[in-house]
């Protein structure tokens, strides 16, 4: 049977997207990535393979990749290289003979201006890379984690208020498991080649709509509270965040305001 890796093993969607292969694909067709194997004891333990690995190391990646016909790419870290080590990584794939790669950028609509600081631009770099390589694709695009949302508005705001920016748009959030089994269908199925999924949560809500959950799930009224960008950032500041930590938050924060990740469900 053909092997699977999927690179980033020990984060959040690599180890998540591995659980889920698990449940569909003996461990022997599984294998994941880490720059350090330590870290993945608990997917050794369910006799997944892990190979030493690091996007920036590109005769390690050919190393790692031999034998692997359908690979997980992981998205690098923002604010790194991340064009240095995805092409690595599809370069030394192809050289390895890997047949498809799937990649998960953040959904960014045809047409639309809105960018992502060291995200969006690599994102398309990585598409582009990888319509020429003469591999077979597979995008599964992101919205924002739900699991990102007490990042977005400060994580006191049963006590304090859901803070935010004005604006009315909605997001289709998803969660990192949701998404990481959206991840091992499509690596675990043929028929997914060259296709690109979005993959929205539904229902998509606003900022508004997540002070009203929350105020129906903690039984007491939880403030909407609209102000500046500068209040927005002094306020997660106020909390704890650093203040480019707060000024990275407000980018998502004017996208999903903008209706940018608003799109329609179905893809997940």
């Known amino acids: 049977m053909a092997k699977i890796l999927v690179t980033g093993a020990t984060g959040n969607i690599g180890r998540k997207t591995l659980q889920h292969l698990l449940k569909r694909l003996p461990a022997s067709d599984l294998v994941g990535l880490a720059r350090d194997p330590a870290k993945a004891a608990d997917l050794a333990a369910d006799r997944i393979e892990i190979r030493q690995g690091d996007y920036l190391d590109y005769d390690g990646l050919v190393r790692a990749f ?25 370069s030394a794939a192809r050289q390895a003979g890997v047949k498809r790669i799937v990649y998960m950028p953040i959904i960014h609509e045809a047409g639309s201006a809105f960018t992502l600081s060291d995200i969006t631009e690599q994102d398309l770099f990585v598409e582009e890379k990888l319509k020429a390589s003469g591999l077979a694709y597979t995008l599964v695009r992101h919205p924002p984690f739900i699991e990102s949302i007490p990042f977005y508005i400060g994580g006191n705001a049963l006590e304090t208020g859901v803070h935010v920016p004005a604006g ?9 498991d949701d998404l990481a089994e959206a991840h091992a269908i499509v690596l675990s199925q043929d028929g997914h080649e060259y296709k690109t999924y979005s993959l929205y949560g539904d229902p998509a809500v606003s900022f508004a709509d997540v002070a009203q959950i929350l105020s129906d799930v903690s039984g007491k009224r939880v403030p909407f509270v609209s102000g500046s960008d500068h209040d927005y950032i002094a306020h997660l500041v106020a909390a704890g965040l650093p203040e480019q930590a707060a000024r990275f938050a407000l980018v998502w924060v004017e996208g999903i305001n903008a209706g940018e990740w608003g799109g329609t469900a179905g893809g997940l």
């Open 168 to 176: 009315a748009g909605k997001a289709g959030y998803a969660s990192r």
């Open 66 to 90: 031999e034998g692997i016909d359908k690979l997980m790419l992981v998205s690098a870290t923002a604010f790194t290289d991340r064009n240095t080590q995805h092409q690595n990584a599809i």
